[in-house]
């Protein structure tokens, strides 16, 4: 149980005797007002929330030692040992993560336009230069079926997609296309503060991805969601548009082995939460094929620098993501080739824009490129899966 300093002892006893739970230990988080000396609360003082096997903790502090942020902390921490956080009009429950018998990695995120699925993209890439990988991504567009692909989509197999109401850029088609890994596409619905999905269907897509039988499956998150899987590594990517204090963000950190900062990430705030390796890394756009200094509108999610493109850049869009916008900045677009993260409306809006005008389309991927980061993954990655 979680109390402090602003309420009397007797009152705390008097809780305790109530309360359907036999509390083994309480845990002084602050305060001082109402402190004596030598105060008795009926119960053992411990100094940490692992200190005593308990099944679960009790908040009976309050304002002002535990404020909104002090307490998603606090609650982090319960969560991230696993264990069920409840107070007197909440209760916040661990994720429900699943085993798999195939070793795994999971890459996770603070949120969106982070670089995630690049990482995700980046470390199955790696790891498949001596290795069998298998990628799960799930996504608010995947499929309602785990869908298995082997061979990396066309832009016209892409096109197909669209056109039959199917959403063209989940992120399992992006790394299909563009790291050339075998991939399972998952769909998931909604986001719990810490995470889990109200629906998903990963658990039946990493069952699809074992009978490959490969050394090792790399789970890619959705958003702020989590892969619900019980990885024996996972990789948190963020920068600095999220707050690693925010909710329960630092729940998240508090489970990842590895923090990789895409651009201004808070690593005081990170540190203060737990000590944690943090590797920077930065995000390059590549087309996949060569632009030869031709015209070319760039058309992207956020802010991929576009200065070492072999071309003649004549149009930038971040707005991938706002169809309004989008069409309507199409209208004034003259270019001989398209580039085009696959995200979003790159396919059903862009690509459909650009073959209607008699220009070319060409896919660009998000190459990270890091000091660190390579010898980082590779000392994740369980040694029973290393070929």
Not at 4 to 16: K, Q, S
Not at 39 to 44: I, L
Not at 135 to 147: S, T
Not at 217 to 240: E, K, Q
Request: glycine letters at 10%; hydrophobic letters at 45%.
């Amino acid at each position: 149980m979680l109390i402090d300093g602003e309420h009397y002892a007797p009152v705390v006893r008097d809780v305790l005797a109530v309360l359907p739970y036999e509390v083994v230990g309480a845990l002084l988080v602050g305060g001082t007002e109402k402190l004596r000396g030598g105060d008795d609360y009926g119960v053992p003082l411990v100094d940490s929330l692992d200190a005593v096997e308990v099944d679960v903790v009790i908040d009976l502090s309050d304002e002002p030692v535990l404020g909104p942020r002090e307490r998603m902390l606090w609650a982090s921490r319960v969560l991230a040992l696993g264990m069920p956080y409840v107070g007197a009009d909440f209760r916040f429950e661990p994720p429900p993560l699943e085993p798999v018998d195939t070793p795994s990695l999971a890459v996770i995120g603070l949120g969106k336009r982070v670089g995630k699925t690049a990482v995700a993209g980046h470390v199955a890439r790696l790891l498949a230069e001596d290795r069998r990988v298998v990628v799960v991504a799930m996504g608010r567009g995947g499929p309602a079926e785990p869908e298995l692909i082997e061979t990396p989509p066309t832009l016209d197999d892409l096109l197909a997609l669209a056109r039959s109401g199917r959403h063209a850029a989940s992120d399992h088609l992006e790394t299909a296309a563009l790291v050339g890994v075998p991939t399972v596409g998952c769909r998931r619905a909604g986001g719990g503060l810490a995470g889990a999905p109200l629906a998903d269907n990963v658990l039946d897509g990493a069952r699809l991805a074992a009978q490959l039988e490969p050394d090792i499956i790399v789970f890619d998150g959705s958003g702020a969601a989590l892969p619900p899987i019980a990885a024996d590594a996972r990789i948190l990517v963020t920068n600095g548009a999220h707050d690693v204090r925010a909710g329960l963000n630092a729940y998240r950190v508090l489970i990842s082995d590895l923090v990789v900062d895409t651009g201004g990430a808070d690593r005081k705030e990170i540190a203060a939460i737990v000590d944690i390796p943090v590797v920077s890394a930065e995000l390059r756009l590549r087309p996949v094929e060569p632009l030869a200094g031709r015209r070319t509108a760039v058309f992207t999610t956020g802010p991929a620098p576009t200065d070492g493109l072999d071309a003649d850049v004549v149009h930038v869009s971040r707005n991938l993501a706002r169809r309004d916008a989008l069409r309507e900045e199409l209208e004034t677009v003259d270019a001989e080739v398209y580039l085009v993260e696959l995200k979003a409306a790159a396919i059903d809006v862009v690509a459909e824009a650009a073959l209607a005008r008699g220009a070319e389309v060409v896919l660009a991927a998000n190459d990270v490129v890091s000091d660190e980061l390579d010898e980082r993954l590779l000392a994740l990655v369980p040694e029973r899966s290393r070929t």
